[in-house]
Protein backbone atom coordinates (compact mmCIF):
# COMPACT_ATOMS: atom_id res chain seq x y z
CA UNK A 1 0.00 0.00 0.00
CA UNK A 2 1.48 3.36 -0.87
CA UNK A 3 1.23 6.20 1.36
CA UNK A 4 -0.25 8.20 2.50
CA UNK A 5 -3.42 7.00 0.67
CA UNK A 6 -6.28 8.94 0.31
CA UNK A 7 -9.89 8.37 -0.77
CA UNK A 8 -12.09 11.14 -1.51
CA UNK A 9 -15.02 12.65 -3.19
CA UNK A 10 -18.48 13.81 -2.70
CA UNK A 11 -21.28 12.17 -0.45
CA UNK A 12 -22.09 8.61 -1.42
CA UNK A 13 -19.35 8.05 -3.46
CA UNK A 14 -17.72 4.72 -1.17
CA UNK A 15 -14.99 6.78 0.41
CA UNK A 16 -15.70 5.15 3.52
CA UNK A 17 -15.92 1.88 1.56
CA UNK A 18 -12.27 2.14 0.48
CA UNK A 19 -10.57 3.20 3.46
CA UNK A 20 -12.77 -0.36 5.54
CA UNK A 21 -11.36 -2.35 2.84
CA UNK A 22 -7.62 -1.52 3.46
CA UNK A 23 -8.35 -1.63 7.12
CA UNK A 24 -9.61 -5.20 6.83
CA UNK A 25 -6.72 -5.99 4.32
CA UNK A 26 -4.09 -5.09 7.07
CA UNK A 27 -6.02 -6.83 9.95
CA UNK A 28 -5.68 -10.10 7.54
CA UNK A 29 -1.92 -9.31 7.05
CA UNK A 30 -1.85 -9.20 10.98
CA UNK A 31 -0.16 -5.85 11.07
CA UNK A 32 -1.20 -2.97 14.15
CA UNK A 33 -3.78 -1.10 12.60
CA UNK A 34 -6.82 1.06 14.40
CA UNK A 35 -8.48 3.43 13.06
CA UNK A 36 -9.62 7.31 14.24
CA UNK A 37 -12.88 9.17 13.31
CA UNK A 38 -13.22 13.11 14.63
CA UNK A 39 -15.13 13.62 17.29
CA UNK A 40 -17.47 16.17 14.98
CA UNK A 41 -19.02 13.20 13.00
CA UNK A 42 -21.55 11.69 14.78
CA UNK A 43 -23.23 9.92 12.14
CA UNK A 44 -23.92 6.18 13.75
CA UNK A 45 -22.54 7.21 17.32
CA UNK A 46 -18.32 7.90 17.34
CA UNK A 47 -17.00 4.47 18.06
CA UNK A 48 -17.42 2.76 14.86
CA UNK A 49 -16.63 4.05 11.27
CA UNK A 50 -19.83 3.21 8.65
CA UNK A 51 -20.23 3.46 5.24
CA UNK A 52 -23.15 3.64 3.28
CA UNK A 53 -23.11 0.18 2.67
CA UNK A 54 -23.18 -0.96 5.68
CA UNK A 55 -19.78 -1.59 6.25
CA UNK A 56 -18.16 -0.80 9.63
CA UNK A 57 -14.75 -0.47 11.02
CA UNK A 58 -14.06 0.08 15.05
CA UNK A 59 -13.00 3.56 15.40
CA UNK A 60 -11.45 5.97 18.03
CA UNK A 61 -12.99 9.55 18.55
CA UNK A 62 -11.07 11.95 18.42
CA UNK A 63 -10.78 15.83 18.65
CA UNK A 64 -7.36 16.83 17.37
CA UNK A 65 -4.43 15.05 14.82
CA UNK A 66 -2.06 15.03 17.57
CA UNK A 67 -4.30 12.33 19.42
CA UNK A 68 -3.63 10.37 16.34
CA UNK A 69 0.01 10.82 16.01
CA UNK A 70 0.56 9.79 19.90
CA UNK A 71 -1.34 6.49 19.35
CA UNK A 72 0.32 5.43 15.97
CA UNK A 73 3.88 4.65 17.97
CA UNK A 74 1.99 1.25 18.68
CA UNK A 75 0.88 0.73 15.17
CA UNK A 76 1.68 0.30 11.36
CA UNK A 77 -1.17 0.95 9.49
CA UNK A 78 -3.12 4.05 10.60
CA UNK A 79 -6.93 4.91 9.26
CA UNK A 80 -8.90 7.77 9.57
CA UNK A 81 -11.92 8.89 8.31
CA UNK A 82 -13.75 12.28 7.27
CA UNK A 83 -10.21 14.09 7.60
CA UNK A 84 -11.79 17.17 6.49
CA UNK A 85 -13.55 17.90 9.91
CA UNK A 86 -9.71 16.77 11.67
CA UNK A 87 -7.79 20.03 13.54
CA UNK A 88 -4.10 19.82 12.69
CA UNK A 89 -4.64 17.12 10.28
CA UNK A 90 -1.93 18.44 7.50
CA UNK A 91 0.47 18.06 10.27
CA UNK A 92 -0.47 15.02 11.70
CA UNK A 93 -0.25 13.67 8.36
CA UNK A 94 3.87 14.63 8.02
CA UNK A 95 4.23 13.61 11.58
CA UNK A 96 2.78 10.13 11.00
CA UNK A 97 4.57 9.43 7.69
CA UNK A 98 8.27 10.79 9.09
CA UNK A 99 7.39 7.99 11.94
CA UNK A 100 7.53 5.49 9.08
CA UNK A 101 3.68 4.41 9.36
CA UNK A 102 1.45 3.86 6.80
CA UNK A 103 -1.75 6.04 6.73
CA UNK A 104 -4.93 5.57 4.86
CA UNK A 105 -7.64 8.14 4.89
CA UNK A 106 -10.87 9.00 3.78
CA UNK A 107 -13.09 12.35 3.32
CA UNK A 108 -15.00 14.92 1.17
CA UNK A 109 -12.57 16.88 -1.20
CA UNK A 110 -14.79 20.36 -1.70
CA UNK A 111 -17.73 21.63 0.24
CA UNK A 112 -21.19 21.90 -1.37
CA UNK A 113 -20.33 25.10 -2.56
CA UNK A 114 -17.54 23.90 -4.51
CA UNK A 115 -14.48 25.10 -2.22
CA UNK A 116 -11.89 22.85 -1.57
CA UNK A 117 -11.55 22.14 2.70
CA UNK A 118 -8.11 23.77 2.80
CA UNK A 119 -6.19 20.72 4.90
CA UNK A 120 -7.51 18.25 2.58
CA UNK A 121 -6.01 19.77 -0.08
CA UNK A 122 -2.63 20.17 1.56
CA UNK A 123 -3.50 16.23 2.70
CA UNK A 124 -3.13 16.12 -1.27
CA UNK A 125 -0.37 17.29 -1.81
CA UNK A 126 1.39 14.70 0.11
CA UNK A 127 -0.46 11.93 -0.56
CA UNK A 128 1.32 9.07 -2.68
CA UNK A 129 -2.15 7.68 -4.00
CA UNK A 130 -5.28 9.32 -4.36
CA UNK A 131 -8.15 7.47 -5.17
CA UNK A 132 -11.35 9.82 -6.48
CA UNK A 133 -14.41 8.03 -5.72
CA UNK A 134 -17.67 9.53 -7.82
CA UNK A 135 -21.00 9.14 -7.24
CA UNK A 136 -24.02 8.93 -8.98
CA UNK A 137 -25.48 12.23 -10.51
CA UNK A 138 -28.88 12.28 -8.79
CA UNK A 139 -29.96 14.14 -12.23
CA UNK A 140 -28.99 12.16 -14.89
CA UNK A 141 -27.11 9.06 -13.21
CA UNK A 142 -23.55 10.10 -14.84
CA UNK A 143 -20.30 9.64 -12.87
CA UNK A 144 -20.89 12.61 -9.65
CA UNK A 145 -17.49 14.37 -7.99
CA UNK A 146 -20.21 17.21 -6.88
CA UNK A 147 -22.36 17.75 -3.28
CA UNK A 148 -25.18 19.82 -3.97
CA UNK A 149 -27.23 21.09 -1.02
CA UNK A 150 -30.75 21.51 -1.79
CA UNK A 151 -31.92 24.72 -1.86
CA UNK A 152 -34.18 23.80 1.78
CA UNK A 153 -31.17 23.12 4.06
CA UNK A 154 -29.32 25.48 6.67
CA UNK A 155 -26.48 27.40 5.56
CA UNK A 156 -23.85 26.09 7.34
CA UNK A 157 -20.59 24.40 5.35
CA UNK A 158 -20.91 21.20 7.81
CA UNK A 159 -24.36 19.24 8.78
CA UNK A 160 -23.35 16.35 10.02
CA UNK A 161 -25.48 13.74 9.88
CA UNK A 162 -28.04 15.85 7.86
CA UNK A 163 -27.59 14.02 4.72
CA UNK A 164 -31.00 14.35 3.07
CA UNK A 165 -30.04 17.78 2.69
CA UNK A 166 -27.56 16.96 0.13
CA UNK A 167 -26.98 15.16 -3.03
CA UNK A 168 -24.39 14.20 -5.51
CA UNK A 169 -24.54 15.83 -9.16
CA UNK A 170 -21.76 15.84 -12.10
CA UNK A 171 -20.40 19.08 -12.65
CA UNK A 172 -23.03 20.28 -15.36
CA UNK A 173 -25.95 19.57 -12.66
CA UNK A 174 -24.32 20.96 -9.89
CA UNK A 175 -24.03 24.34 -11.87
CA UNK A 176 -27.20 24.26 -13.16
CA UNK A 177 -28.38 24.00 -9.61
CA UNK A 178 -26.33 26.31 -8.10
CA UNK A 179 -27.72 28.89 -10.55
CA UNK A 180 -31.52 27.57 -9.80
CA UNK A 181 -30.14 28.51 -5.85
CA UNK A 182 -28.96 31.75 -6.82
CA UNK A 183 -32.30 32.61 -8.80
CA UNK A 184 -34.50 31.84 -6.40
CA UNK A 185 -32.76 33.86 -3.84
CA UNK A 186 -32.19 36.77 -6.46
CA UNK A 187 -36.34 36.85 -6.80
CA UNK A 188 -36.81 36.25 -2.69
CA UNK A 189 -34.68 39.74 -2.36
CA UNK A 190 -36.65 41.32 -5.12
CA UNK A 191 -39.93 40.49 -3.45
CA UNK A 192 -38.72 41.76 -0.09
CA UNK A 193 -37.19 44.69 -1.28
CA UNK A 194 -40.02 46.07 -2.92
CA UNK A 195 -41.88 49.24 -2.33
CA UNK A 196 -45.08 48.95 -0.77
CA UNK A 197 -48.14 49.83 -3.08
CA UNK A 198 -50.24 52.74 -2.32
CA UNK A 199 -53.24 51.82 -0.19
ZN1 LIG B 1 -25.76 15.16 -13.88
Redesign the pocket.
Known amino acids: MLSPLVYCGPMWGGKTEGLISRLVRAEIQKVRVRAFTPARNTRDGKKVIRAHSGASFPATSVTHAEEVVAASSELDVVGIDEIFMLEGIAEGVREISRLGKKIVMATLDMDSDGQIWEPVGQVLGMAEEIVKCPAV??????D?YYTFRRADAPNARVLVGAGNYYEP??????HRGQEEKRRQAGQRELFRTAPELPS
Open positions: CSVCKKARCRPCW
